[in-house]
């Protein structure tokens, strides 16, 4: 299965080329303009034949620069609301998507949703077949 808090990032980058991307949180404090992505949750559905309903809630902060902030806040509000849709063109959708401005940033909150079946290899499921048949 894919890193999909990679796939976010690279859904971010592609929307906002040159911003810095933050997986992991600083203790020195994030440079800015920049993203900070991060999973605050998973919830898996069991279902039939081993599949799974993952859904997944992430955090997307976005920390603006000091030169007009309020003006950045609601820029970045308004292009998340209009254009994070999907992650990696088609890979999944964003689903309850929340956006707040908070403490000079804006705090973007949102699920995803995949059906996966853990453990399944992509190795060779049958390696011969004899067929015995015929027209009559």
């Known amino acids: 299965m894919e890193d999909v808090t ?12 040159g911003m810095t991307i933050y997986r992991e949180n ?7 303009p920049s993203f900070y992505v991060h999973r605050v949750n998973l919830h898996v559905d069991k279902q039939y034949f081993g599949y799974q309903l993952r859904k997944y809630s992430y955090q997307v ?10 003006q950045q ?4 509000s308004e292009e998340l609301a209009a254009y994070f849709e999907k992650i990696d063109d088609d890979y999944s959708h964003i689903r309850n998507l929340d956006i707040h401005i908070e403490d000079d940033t804006v705090k973007c909150t949102f699920d ?10 992509d190795g060779v499921k049958q390696s011969t077949l004899n067929f015995n048949g015929g027209l009559k």
């Open 73 to 76: 806040l609601d820029r970045v």
């Open 112 to 121: 995803t949703e995949f059906r996966v079946k853990p453990g399944s290899d």
């Open 26 to 32: 600083k203790a020195s404090g994030f440079n800015v």
């Open 61 to 70: 902060v976005y920390f603006p620069d000091a030169d007009h902030i309020n």
């Open 6 to 17: 990679e796939l976010i990032g690279k859904t971010i980058a592609d929307h906002w080329p």
